[in-house]
């Protein structure tokens, strides 16, 4: 018999190459995990991601009774996820991962529920060539429309609850802006660009906000005006051609706000000469508000219902802020296309002599001494330019002398046109419907108000939170008492 | 804790494995996995750890009193108290609070409703002791004398939470005597890592997507939307499910266990009977054996016996009716293939695939819709009857957003890996390379999951309601 030592050395060998490629192949493995294992302990621990712009989550406080309610646990593995090594890296590389799942035509790409074209009938917004036939049966059955309406699609209602009150205490020297908190979280459409909030639209809602509205038409004595205005989003003058259906019609639900207020209602007609400035930049392309220029458009519009001159916008003197990634920025996880395609923020001097106070949350008995505008505002908060983001309370004292005496109710969309309006009325009381815990009517008494402008952009119009806190306002009392600032 | 996790696969694992095999002594190898398991079990459920070590130990003696007594009554009494106690455990926790709505519901009365948080795999770990307790008293397994290796096969944390089902007879051996090495810590790792895939790149995205498209109100979608919602659905509870059981046979491997498959490409069965022998094959197995079987199987009354056991099948999955409908709608369907629709779909390849899916997906609508008014909502926008309107374009640009994706989804579904393993197989010149190539293919699993475990926040355990 003849031994074939070669083919048994080659064997041979061949199971020493086999072993050493599945060592590699576990090895690598480990070694991975193990690198980083040990570096997600060893490596310094952050606290805050200027790229994500967040606080990160920190190793929360051992307790028993955290442990046994499976809160502490649940803290490490968020704080570990948070402080993760090469976190960054991480975060970018799933981004990429992300967009490489698809094409994206045009840069054409869709986050998260997209608004349906209901086909509930009883919460379809009407066209607005029907409003004005519908109105009478419509405003006969208003009674009913003060009721909070939970069953409405999810846009409606996923963020409001879990409203993370980002850490709050802001002081006066830092801007801040509480960006998507109580804002519907409707799907985000990017194209070309920008980047584009979803319009979904409630009927019931929309019923709702006028009648709240109307209240406040009824709250104040006769020397009062109350004045609506409703803004329409990037999306409706934005979305064009096979695109635009991804939206429903701001303007529909505008007009069938307004069909819906009682005469005694000034109603501020911002969406014709937004409109008409459609193709300026009077939208952010990577954040969800509008810009200075677009704010400016509503504010003339408030100035000529409110029989008051306003300023040319040529005469401001102006500086931007750049680059600005916004909100929407966020939303699309950081879509490559928003980063190369940064936007800037215009803002215009506040143009007459004033004191400006601020309030903290929570602490009506006592302000302290701001500005209308906030140049040092940058990065993802570049809007908190205008008012230093939402605090629950803004006055803003001139030297005009016109016996007028502003209140605004707004979210975040009236600190813009806020910072134009204050400079034709001797005072203006900024209040942030989600922050304010004082009473409306008292405030509206005590300090000898002219003016009401409820003020609120077209998707919190027709979002339940939002109108239970304006109509709340009318009827909550704070428990302290309010500080104001006089002379 | 959960697999798919970072503070798992980075701090956990790793000290396990460094602990695990620091030596060869098999009982302290045994004593850190007791230690590991317990420590991830009370990650999750810190008060409720109590039960896994209450069933575990009740278990031990009942094994023990069983072979004492082996043929008199006292043998028959423990395993009347096995089943007595486990099925009473899962009675409380899982299931009571559904009973007394019910009976509220029925009856008129306002009993209090006893909200107890269902602690995470319990229905897993009593079938695993229900098994072996049944298994011993039939004589088919010796019972384990040791109680630290019995406690560490009902805690051994691979299975523990999500399956498969393990029973004591497929791993006594391994249990008392097991020889880990390089070739089962290699294809362990592979597998783990293809397990962490499916669950982290597939099933997390779809579930995502189901959400989108399922979670709002459906009467605002297109009917092509609400279809691949349910698509998506069907997407990730199939990836979710088999992707934790192949890390849960991974790790087992890795440690020097071995498990039996739990899921075969159950959507390319061809029938609703074949479906079941595909999908969470443990589970199935384990009505089979204890159940049907013992009720008379296909000799007496088996047309009830079936509807027993697709009954239970159901009710296992949740203590709510739509899971029982889930269930009891494969025990038609079984029934009607039984009767004569099995033999006409044997014959009709293509056809079979396309009913098969068919009744799949529909099943995955009762299965995800609790709220019964939405189940029928959805079923009536899927069909056309609320007038939606079919395509949208919406739709339109999710699906070409990820269209690979996509692709990659539906394909995985199909048995590309055993036909390339096949292949490889036959032709050794490609082995050594393929072999090469898993070294990087396990690095780029490892990162790309990991990428998507740190920048996602979507990442939702399927099985708390098992």
Not at chain 1, 366 to 395: E, I, R
Request: net charge negative; proline share 3%.
């Amino acid at each position: 018999m003849k031994i074939d030592k070669h083919a048994y050395g080659e064997d041979y060998g061949k199971e020493r190459s086999d072993k050493i490629v599945k060592i590699l192949s576990v090895a690598v493995c480990l070694v991975i995990i193990f690198v980083i294992g040990i570096l997600a302990w060893a490596l310094p621990q952050p606290t805050y991601s200027e790229y994500e712009k967040r606080d990160l989550n920190q190793m929360p406080e051992f307790s028993i009774e955290s442990l046994f309610k499976g809160e502490y646990t649940l803290g490490v593995e968020l704080a570990y996820a948070d402080t993760f090594a090469f976190r960054e890296n991480f975060v970018k590389m799933q981004a990429m991962i992300e967009e490489a799942r698809g094409i994206r035509i045009e840069g054409a790409a869709i986050y998260g529920p997209v608004p349906g074209n209901t086909n509930d009938e009883d919460d379809k917004i009407p066209p607005s060539s029907e409003v004005s036939s519908e109105q009478s049966s419509e405003s006969s059955s208003s009674d009913n429309i003060s009721r909070p309406d939970n069953t409405s699609s999810s846009e409606m209602s996923s963020s409001e609850s879990s409203s993370s009150e980002q850490s709050s205490e802001s002081s006066s020297s830092e801007a801040q802006d509480d960006g998507e908190q109580g804002e519907t979280v409707a799907g985000i459409f990017l194209y070309k660009g920008a980047a584009y909030e979803l319009f979904g639209g409630s009927k019931k809602a929309a019923e709702y906000y006028a009648g709240v509205v109307n209240k406040y038409g009824d709250a104040f004595g006769s020397g009062v005006k109350v004045y609506n205005m409703v803004i329409p989003k990037h999306a409706e003058f934005g979305l064009t051609g096979r695109y635009d259906s991804l939206s429903n019609s701001e303007k529909d639900s505008i007009d069938y706000i307004y069909s819906m207020l009682d005469s005694d209602v000034i109603k501020v007609d911002a969406y014709s000469v937004l409109k008409e400035h459609s193709d300026e930049y009077i939208y952010f392309n990577t954040d969800h508000h509008w810009t200075g220029l677009g704010a400016y458009y509503a504010y003339t519009a408030f100035m000529d219902a409110a029989g008051l001159s306003y300023y040319d916008y040529e005469s401001y003197t102006k500086h931007i802020i750049e680059p600005f990634l916004g909100t929407l920025y966020a939303g699309t996880d950081r879509a490559k296309a928003l980063e190369d395609n940064p936007d800037y923020v215009e803002w215009c001097e506040f143009p007459v002599t004033n004191k400006t106070y601020q309030y903290n949350k929570s602490d009506l008995g006592n302000y302290f001494a701001s500005s209308v505008m906030h140049g040092y505002a940058k990065g993802a908060n570049s809007y908190g330019v205008f008012l230093g983001g939402d605090f629950p309370l803004t006055v803003i004292k001139t030297n005009v002398n016109n016996g007028r005496k502003l209140v605004i109710i707004k979210e975040s969309y009236g600190n813009a046109p806020a910072t134009f309006i204050a400079a034709g009325f001797e005072e203006t009381y900024v209040v942030d419907e989600r922050y304010y815990d004082g009473n409306l009517v008292d405030l509206v008494n005590s300090r000898g108000i002219t003016d009401v402008l409820i003020i609120n952009n077209c998707a919190a119009a027709n979002t339940n939170f939002h109108i239970a806190n304006i109509e709340s306002l009318l009827t909550q009392t704070y428990s302290g008492a309010i500080a104001y600032p006089e002379g | 804790m959960v697999f798919a996790n970072l503070f798992f696969l980075y701090a956990f694992l790793p000290l396990n494995l460094i602990l695990y095999f620091s030596t060869k002594n098999r009982a302290f190898r045994n004593a850190v996995l007791i230690f590991f398991s317990l420590f991830f079990y009370a990650w999750g459920e810190p008060v409720w750890v109590t039960l896994l070590i209450f069933s575990a130990t009740i278990d031990y003696f009942h094994g023990l009193i069983i072979e004492k007594y082996r043929g008199k009554i006292g043998a028959k009494l423990a395993l009347i108290s096995s089943l007595v106690l486990n099925l009473g455990l899962l009675g409380i926790f899982k299931y009571s609070g559904f009973f007394v709505e019910n009976i509220n519901l029925l009856t008129g009365l306002d009993l209090p409703v006893p909200a107890f948080s269902l602690p995470i795999g319990i229905s897993f770990y009593t079938f695993q002791t229900l098994s072996y307790t049944i298994d011993v008293y039939r004589d088919e397994v010796k019972p384990q004398h040791s109680y630290m290796k019995f406690f560490m096969y009902v805690s051994l944390y691979s299975q523990l939470v999500a399956g498969p089902i393990v029973r004591y007879a497929d791993v006594a051996i391994e249990v008392d005597e097991r020889h880990e090495n390089l070739e089962d810590i290699y294809s362990g790792t592979a597998r783990f890592l293809v397990g962490l895939t499916k669950k982290v790149f597939i099933a997390n995205v779809a579930g995502q997507f189901a959400e989108t498209y399922l979670m709002g109100d459906l009467t605002k979608q297109s009917t092509a939307a609400v279809w691949f919602g349910v698509l998506m659905f069907s997407i990730q509870i199939y990836y979710d499910f088999s992707g934790y059981s192949d890390m849960a046979i991974g790790l087992g491997k890795i440690f020097g266990f071995h498990f039996l498959e739990n899921f075969n490409y159950p959507y390319i069965a061809r029938s609703a009977t074949e479906f079941w022998r595909r999908w969470h094959m443990s589970l199935g197995g384990f009505f089979r054996d204890y159940v049907y079987i013992p009720l008379g199987g296909n000799r007496k009354h088996q047309y009830l016996n079936l509807f027993i056991v697709w009954f239970l099948t159901g009710f296992w999955h949740g203590a709510s009716w739509n899971f029982i409908i889930w269930g009891l709608w494969f025990g038609v369907l079984i029934i009607i293939e039984k009767l004569f629709l099995l033999k006409w779909l044997k014959k009709l390849p293509v056809i079979s695939n396309i009913y098969l899916l068919f009744i799949a997906v529909m099943g995955w609508v009762m299965f995800y819709f609790e709220d019964m008014g939405r189940m029928f909502d959805c079923f009536a926008v899927m069909f056309g009857a609320k007038g939606t309107g079919f395509w949208d374009i919406s739709l339109e640009l999710t699906l070409l957003n990820n269209i690979f994706w996509i692709i990659l989804a539906v394909a995985f579904c199909m048995p590309i890996v055993p036909s390339v393993k096949k292949f490889i197989e036959n032709h050794p010149k490609v082995q050594m390379p393929a072999k090469i190539l898993q070294i990087p293919a396990n690095a780029v699993m490892l990162i790309v999951n990991t990428s998507l475990l740190v920048g996602m926040s979507y990442n939702p355990f399927l099985y708390y309601k098992f």
